[in-house]
C-alpha cells in the first residue's frame, strides 16, 4: 500500500519564478494538507482540500495556491518566489481529517 | 485558540533508558493526537496515533497516553538506542480538521 508521494523531492529556481509541486494521498485518503517548514522550524499549514475545495488556509499569501483533483491528488503552485520561500514542504492525507495524518517526505524548494 | 506545548525542547540522555516526552494543549475538544518523528532533513514519520475516546497506544517500545481532561500526552520511549535520535513532534486534531503543532523535542541517545 504506496503511502504519501510527493514529487520533485528536490528543486532549485531562481527568484520571481513560478513552481508546482505535487503530492499522491495515501489509498483511502480523500484530504490532503500542505505544510511548510523553514530549517529548525515547525511546520507551518499553508492550507487544506477536501472534496475538489479549499477548506481551510492559513496565513500564507495568495502567491500560494493550490488544487485538489478528482482522484483526490493535489497541486502546490507557488508564484513570484522568494528567497524566504526555500523550505521543505510537506503534503499530508487523511480520511476528512480526523482519522490520522500520513506525511510525504516532502518536497526541498530552493529559491536562489 | 488551541495551543500544544512540548517539554523539554531538547533532551540528551546514554542509550539503554527509559525516557518519557509531554506533550500538552489547551483545549480538550480533539479529534486525536498524533506523535510523529522527524530526521534532519525528512519528513514526518507518524508514529503513533491516539483518537479522542482512547487512553493510551503501543507500537513496540512506544507507548503513549493521553488524558484529554487534563489537557495531557506522553510518549514513553523504554531501552532507547542510538537510532531513536530525532525531533519528537505531538499534534492534535480539533473542530478544524487541522494539525495543531507543539514545537517539538530534539532527542539525543549518546552511544
Known amino acids: 500500500d504506496a503511502g504519501v508521494t510527493q514529487s520533485p523531492t528536490h528543486l532549485i529556481k531562481t527568484r520571481g519564478q513560478q513552481v508546482t509541486l505535487r503530492c499522491s494521498p495515501k489509498?483511502?485518503?480523500?484530504?490532503v494538507s500542505w505544510y511548510q517548514q523553514a530549517l529548525g522550524q515547525g511546520p507551518q499549514f499553508i492550507f487544506q482540500?477536501?472534496?475538489?475545495?479549499?477548506?481551510q488556509r492559513g496565513n500564507f499569501p495568495d502567491r500560494f495556491s493550490g488544487h485538489q483533483f478528482p482522484n483526490y491528488s493535489s497541486e502546490l503552485n507557488v508564484n513570484a518566489l522568494l528567497l524566504g520561500d526555500s523550505a521543505l514542504y510537506l503534503c499530508?492525507?487523511?480520511?476528512?481529517?480526523?482519522?490520522?495524518?500520513?506525511f510525504g517526505s516532502g518536497t526541498r524548494l530552493t529559491v536562489v | 485558540k488551541q495551543e500544544v506545548t512540548q517539554i523539554p525542547a531538547a533532551l540528551s540522555v546514554p542509550e539503554g533508558e527509559n525516557l518519557v516526552l509531554n506533550c500538552s494543549f489547551t483545549?480538550?475538544?480533539?479529534?486525536?493526537l498524533q506523535w510523529f518523528r522527524q530526521d534532519p532533513g525528512k519528513g514526518l514519520t507518524s508514529l503513533l496515533l491516539?483518537?479522542?475516546s482512547q487512553r493510551e497506544q503501543t507500537s513496540g517500545r512506544l507507548n503513549a497516553s493521553l488524558d484529554k481532561s487534563s489537557g495531557r500526552s506522553t510518549l514513553y520511549i523504554a531501552a532507547s538506542q542510538p537510532g531513536d535520535s530525532a525531533t519528537y513532534l505531538c499534534a492534535v486534531v480539533g473542530s478544524n480538521y487541522q494539525l495543531i503543532w507543539g514545537a517539538g523535542t530534539k532527542l539525543i541517545i549518546k552511544p
Open positions: 483545549d480538550s475538544a480533539i479529534y486525536n
Open positions: 499530508a492525507s487523511s480520511s476528512g481529517g480526523v482519522y490520522g495524518y500520513t
Open positions: 489509498s483511502g485518503h480523500d484530504t
Open positions: 482540500y477536501y472534496e475538489e475545495e479549499e477548506r
Open positions: 491516539i483518537q479522542s
